[in-house]
Nanobody
Framework: VQLQASGGGLVQAGGLLRLSCAAS????????MGWFRQAPGLEREFVAS????????YYADYKTRRFTISRDNAKNTVYLQMESLKPEDTAVYYC????????????????WGQGTLVTVSS
């Protein structure tokens, strides 16, 4: 599976962005997908994950309903809708995939996209 993340950019605090992760590969629609982020100088952290059907989602503890993960299997694409963005959300956002449930464990995802930079200005 190959992953291509996009949609990052510069946004003011309080704004919104929608990240996309396009997956290629015949069985990509059967994969569990996750979003992670890594801010400068910090470790990578889990943001959200979604199961193959899209009916099951899981979010990091800090989520305060500002982020929503979804997927469109007809388009082989997973989305991360981010609202009420804060400067501390500034990071490179990565999408990841695996054929087995991996939840928030980044080490369990075998496939990773290249990342897309989100910068939130105050």
């Amino acid at each position: 599976v190959q992953l291509q993340a996009s949609g990052g950019g510069l946004v003011q605090a309080g704004g919104l962005l929608r990240l996309s992760c396009a997956a290629s590969g015949r069985t990509s629609t059967t994969y569990y997908m996750g979003w992670f982020r890594q801010a400068p100088g910090l470790e990578r952290e889990f943001v959200a994950s979604i199961n193959p059907s899209g009916r099951g989602t899981y979010y990091a503890d800090y989520k305060t309903r500002r982020f929503t993960i979804s997927r469109d299997n007809a388009k082989n694409t997973v989305y991360l809708q981010m609202e009420s963005l804060k400067p501390e959300d500034t990071a490179v956002y990565y999408c990841a995939a695996d054929s087995t449930y991996s939840g928030s464990n980044g080490n369990s995802y075998r496939f990773w996209g290249q990342g897309t930079l989100v910068t939130v200005s105050s």
